[in-house]
């Protein structure tokens, strides 16, 4: 299993980017696919979900900012920050999830500052 982050970097407040996470080594159209972030000194957090068929939830946080989304052609999940604030700052990892094991990417970093 081999998860690929991409798509960060740095942002004004209000400014938008889209993280896209490259997968392999899975059936990705049959995985439920999340979204985390870990800003410094903080605990790991869920930012977004979405199911095979499309479903998708999201923190608090997200809700009406963010959007996740898939490409089961292309095997990538991406998230689409609008709105971004300084309090979004982490570095956000793609997970997969399957049969107890845990696969994470190597994270992307985000930072939204002026």
């Known amino acids: 299993v081999q998860l690929v982050e991409s798509g960060g970097g740095l942002v004004q407040p209000g400014g938008s980017l889209r993280l896209s996470c490259a997968a392999s080594?899975?059936?990705?159209?049959?995985?439920?696919m999340r979204w985390f972030r870990q800003a410094p000194g903080k605990q790991r957090e869920l930012v977004a979900v979405i199911t095979s068929g499309g479903s998708t939830n999201y923190a608090d946080s997200a809700k009406g900012r963010f959007t996740i989304s898939r490409d089961n052609a292309k095997n990538t999940v991406y998230l689409q920050m609008n709105s971004l604030k300084p309090e979004d700052t982490a570095v956000y990892y793609c997970?997969?999830?399957?049969?107890?094991?845990?696969?994470w990417g190597q994270g992307t970093q985000v930072t939204v500052s002026t």
């Open positions: 080594g899975f059936t990705f159209s049959s995985s439920t």
């Open positions: 997970y997969f999830g399957w049969l107890g094991y845990d696969y």
